[in-house]
């Protein structure tokens, strides 16, 4: 196994990407997208799988709740998997949904011992439903979840360990939830986790002045990756063994497919450091 690099799978990308799959190891695919496909689109997933290995990329289910993850979204992500051949699937560590009411975005629930009991159970359900346990993404949040007992990193550690399953780690939104709540991003990134990490996120987002006049940086995919976060990726390089699937993920303000591919040649060459540090 080697270290793997890829973009998400966008229609905007899609020609750029089947142009230039000489330097893309990987894509990924949000699920919800194709959830309704009909035959003749699934086969076009299928086709793409057979290109480049696919893995799916969920972001409806709300496993990180005490609340059961619904059962028809799991059959949707379970017949996606398989009419695809996809290798792999994942899902963030957060809620989406309460009293029958979608929040519309992913929110973090409170970091407590009845939230990682409720992720665990819903994971194992996933699991067993779909046929392979998802890859778990830490989720960025501009408010610190209340009445929680836990800190990000020992919830996410206490889930990955009742549940077994990987870590989809999200550089940027370690990053963003590091300068937003006063850590030092390095040092947040060494508590988590790591030899749980399979796939590794990157983004970028911007600045934005909330009440009172307090900056928070936004996570919203739209701007290039910073260099804090390719630090980030050069220290789990050097801190995380295992080979890495690393994926960039793009979701509006689309580059020339010519900046994209040097956004993923910054990020080979960073982890590459990484690799080289741990070997001296």
Not at 218 to 228: A, F, K, M, N, S
Not at 247 to 264: C, F, S, T, V
Request: glycine share 8%.
């Amino acid at each position: 196994m080697r270290d793997r690099f890829g973009l998400g799978w966008r229609p905007e990308l899609a020609a750029g990407i089947l142009a230039h799959l000489d330097r893309i190891d990987v894509v990924e695919v949000i699920a919800e997208d194709h959830f309704r496909d009909g035959r003749r689109a699934l086969r076009a997933l299928r086709t793409l799988a057979a290109q480049v290995p696919m893995l799916l990329h969920g972001v409806s289910l709300g496993l990180a709740s005490t609340v059961a993850v619904d059962d028809a979204r799991l059959d949707r992500m379970a017949r996606l998997m398989a009419a695809t051949d996809a290798e792999a699937w994942s899902e963030h560590l957060a809620f989406v949904r309460g009293g029958g009411i979608e929040i519309g975005h992913l929110a973090a629930p409170p970091r407590t011992a009845a939230s990682v009991a409720g992720a665990a159970a819903n994971i194992a359900r996933a699991t067993a439903r779909v046929g392979s346990a998802p890859l778990l993404e830490n989720i960025a949040t501009l408010v610190a979840p209340p009445a929680s007992t836990l800190d990000e990193a020992e919830w996410t550690g206490r889930i990955l360990a009742a549940s077994g399953a990987p870590l989809l780690l999200d550089l940027h939104n370690l990053y963003a939830n590091a300068v937003n709540f006063g850590a030092e991003p390095l040092a947040l990134l060494r508590r988590f986790p790591l030899q749980c990490v399979a796939t590794v996120h990157l983004s970028g987002g911007r600045w934005i002045t909330g009440p009172g006049g307090t900056r928070r940086l936004l996570d919203d995919h739209r701007h290039d990756v910073p260099d804090g976060v390719l630090t980030l990726l050069r220290a789990l390089g050097e801190w995380a063994p295992q080979p890495l699937t690393v994926i960039i993920e793009r979701d509006g303000r689309y580059p020339p497919m010519a900046h994209l591919l040097a956004e993923l040649d910054a990020a080979r060459q960073a982890l590459a450091q990484g690799r080289l540090r741990k070997a001296a």
